[in-house]
């Protein structure tokens, strides 16, 4: 994968896919990419069509229309070749309860090819990258949640793939579960493409590198966080800690940009409206301190993804009956 | 190749480190030992048309009813149930590795039941030495028996896997099974019954129920008769129910 050649073709690239169960469309004329070492959020809510079009990359669902590629394989003209390249951990992470971890891992291994004198020092590295060597003889029906997950990613990094699929990963975790599965999945960072299926928006943010959000079988909006809020989200308000009320603020915004519109936010709270790249963002705290304004704390307000999502869905609800 | 050894060695470590297969071998012994016994009890009080093997093979349909249902209904169908078949189909090993690693692993733990068995007669004979009727442990009946139980077991095994292949219910699998096996082995007697000497151009049924009368194949392989058609129906059989289990675990949903 060193060669430029090999850098032009993404890991994983989605053309049109559509899958349809009789009348309805699960997955409807999806389409994008994965870079190699990048880590993709797949979002969406349940019944969106995120474990359709996982299990679809993954060989285990034929495709109504459309086509998938892992490195430049098709996974539909060769699943076989397209699967030496790809590992799925599916949402519930199925796994033989009556077999313990090492020797899974090492099956597991073996029948991903992986050559048989590298058996061992490929599984002892994915017990030391998912934190599980002092598991690796128990029981997987006696492994808590959080480590039948860390099962199901080491069984996928085994084989050391280029493309790795990952549904609902950190679903049904506590919060240290899910912070020692989020410090996995950066770890990966750089390392191999993932795409991680998630309904679990904050989550997401924190560990992808871009995000696809799919409603209803569509793809309704792709790209980096940061440039969804750009583009689908009214610029963020700034959150005034004060006594002094909306007016006072208001006024002294005012005078720095005309645009600037102040209302009242709670006890003790004023929000300001702002363009997008107006000067009064860094000017309103020292104008407010030199017109007397008592300020407390002053903070843009972050969008979380939830929002990008839910502004996407709203725009390609307005845009369907036009389509 | 690769594939089919990794999963034949994990099957079969994985049958025989769950108790359920051990309990299933001691019952299998249990009751042979205990026929055995019965048999050659029977025969050192006078002369039997048959030999204490013998009559333990005569009784080969009542493991094959009860005990193989046991062994083949987690092969596929715990699998389907616990969705590890899909996870088993992710990686290099393919439909037919599959089939053919889980047939050949109870395949061979079948064979292993009856092939232990033999030990019993073995060791009956040499702990009465000299005074032994050598009919306690007759080589041909032993081996014929034993080349019976694993060329019928080929097509016993395969209706097992085909049966547990498209269900997600193990205990759903063990019934098909059993009712799958239940018919070959009682269609023979059956067909045999029926009154069709008034009966016009019935000779293929009378040939059918010929074919299909398992005690016949038994005998004759325990006399060193080995007849083609036998052959055929086992392993032509086999080929077929796991082929058609090939096909229902290869296909995507």
């Known amino acids: 994968m060193g060669d430029a050649a090999s850098q032009t073709v993404p890991a994983l690239e989605v053309r049109g896919l559509t899958r349809r169960y009789g009348k309805l469309t699960a997955v409807d004329a999806v389409s994008f990419a994965v870079a190699p070492g990048e880590i993709v959020g797949f979002l969406g809510p349940n019944g969106a069509g995120k474990s359709t079009t996982l299990r679809i990359l993954a060989g285990r669902l034929l495709a109504t229309e459309g086509s998938a590629f892992v490195g430049g394989v098709s996974v539909a003209a060769e699943p076989a070749a397209a699967r030496r390249r790809l590992a799925h951990m599916p949402e519930n992470n199925p796994l033989p309860e009556d077999t313990r971890v090492r020797e899974y891992l090492e099956l597991r291994a073996r029948l991903k090819g992986v050559d048989e004198e590298r058996v061992g020092l490929r599984v002892d590295q994915v017990l030391h990258d998912c934190d599980l060597r002092e598991r690796a003889g128990s029981l997987i029906g006696h492994l808590s949640k959080g480590y039948r997950q860390r099962v199901g990613i080491a069984d996928a990094l085994v084989a050391e793939p280029e493309v790795v699929l990952l549904d609902e990963p950190t679903i049904g975790l506590d919060p240290h579960q899910v912070l020692g599965i989020r410090d996995l999945l950066r770890r990966l960072r750089g390392k191999l493409a993932v795409l991680i299926s998630s309904h679990i928006l904050s989550e997401v943010e924190q560990v992808c590198d871009r995000v696809v959000i799919i409603h209803r079988g569509k793809l309704v909006a792709q790209g980096r966080p940061d440039d969804l809020r750009r583009e689908l989200l009214p610029p963020p308000a700034l959150a005034v800690g004060t006594d002094a009320g909306a007016a006072a603020v208001g006024a002294v915004a005012a005078r720095l940009d005309p645009a600037a519109r102040a209302s009242e936010d709670g006890p003790g709270r004023v929000r300001v409206e702002l363009p997008r790249g107006s000067p009064a963002r860094e000017r309103l705290l020292g104008a407010l301190a030199e017109a007397g304004v008592p300020v407390r704390s002053l903070s843009e307000e972050a969008a979380g993804l939830e929002a990008v999502f839910l502004a996407a869905t709203r725009r390609e609800a307005r845009e369907a009956p036009a389509a | ?253």
């Open chain 2, 1 to 253: 190749m690769r594939a089919f050894r990794t999963l034949l060695a994990h099957e079969l470590r994985t049958m025989w480190l769950g108790w359920t297969t051990w309990a299933a071998w001691s019952l299998f012994l249990g009751l042979q030992a205990f026929v055995f016994w019965y048999a050659a009890l029977a025969c050192s009080r006078g002369p039997m048309p048959w030999t204490p093997v013998e009559a333990v093979f005569r009784w080969f349909p009542l493991p094959l009813l009860t005990l193989l249902p046991l062994l083949t209904m987690r092969a596929l169908a715990e699998e389907r149930r616990s969705g590890t078949l899909g996870a088993l189909l992710s990686t290099q090993a393919g439909p037919g590795a599959v089939v053919m690693a889980k047939a050949a692993a109870v395949w061979l733990t079948w064979v292993g039941f009856w092939a232990s068995f033999a030990a019993l007669p073995l060791l009956a004979a040499a702990t009465l030495g000299a005074s032994a009727d050598p009919r306690l442990a007759d080589p041909l009946a032993i081996g014929g028996g034993l080349a019976f139980v694993a060329v019928s077991g080929t097509l016993h095994v395969a209706i097992g896997i085909l049966c547990g292949s498209r269900t997600r219910s193990p205990s759903l699998a063990a019934l098909l099974t059993f009712v799958c096996l239940l018919g070959l082995t009682v269609s023979g007697g059956l067909l045999d019954a029926l009154p069709t000497d008034g009966w016009g151009g019935v000779d293929w049924l009378r040939s059918a129920a010929a074919h299909l009368r398992n005690l016949a194949h038994l005998d004759d392989f325990a006399s060193g008769v080995v007849d083609t058609a036998p052959l055929a129906l086992y392993l032509g059989g086999a080929a077929i129910c796991l082929g058609v289990a090939f096909r229902n675990v290869e296909e995507p949903d």
